[in-house]
């Protein structure tokens, strides 16, 4: 009787065991696919960054390219209001009155207060 007891004790401790390691390879696995999504997560971020730099770098330097070749560039444009700021407008020429929102943006309207 007492072999009987030590069999099916030792039998539910190999299923026990059995038990804990089938569990903790499953979480080993939840916990290393997560590690590679913040990975990659982290790796389209860096990407994303030096792709914006690298446009960045290219807009910058094709202006510094420009005034390096002696293109005329134009000084600043200062306005001074009635209250004492002023306004320092660095377009282009080109640029000052060029519309900023698109006729698809929908239309203006004016703010009232109730």
């Known amino acids: 009787m007492i072999k009987s007891i ?3 004790l030792l039998f539910i401790f190999c299923l026990g065991v059995l038990i804990v390691m089938l569990t903790g390879s499953y979480i080993l696995k939840k916990f290393k696919d997560l590690r590679k ?3 990659d997560a982290a790796e389209q971020q860096a990407f994303r960054y ?3 730099t690298g446009r960045q770098r ?3 330097s094709t202006r510094n390219t420009r005034q390096a070749q002696g293109a005329q560039t134009e000084q600043p444009r200062q306005t001074t209001m009635a209250t004492g700021e002023t306004i320092i407008d660095n ?5 000052e009155n060029k519309k900023i929102f698109d006729d698809s943006d929908g239309e203006y309207v004016e703010f009232e207060e109730a």
């Open 58 to 60: 290219q807009q910058y």
């Open 91 to 95: 377009r282009r020429q080109d640029r």
């Open 37 to 39: 999504a913040a990975e």
């Open 50 to 52: 030096r792709e914006e």
């Open 6 to 8: 030590l069999g099916f």
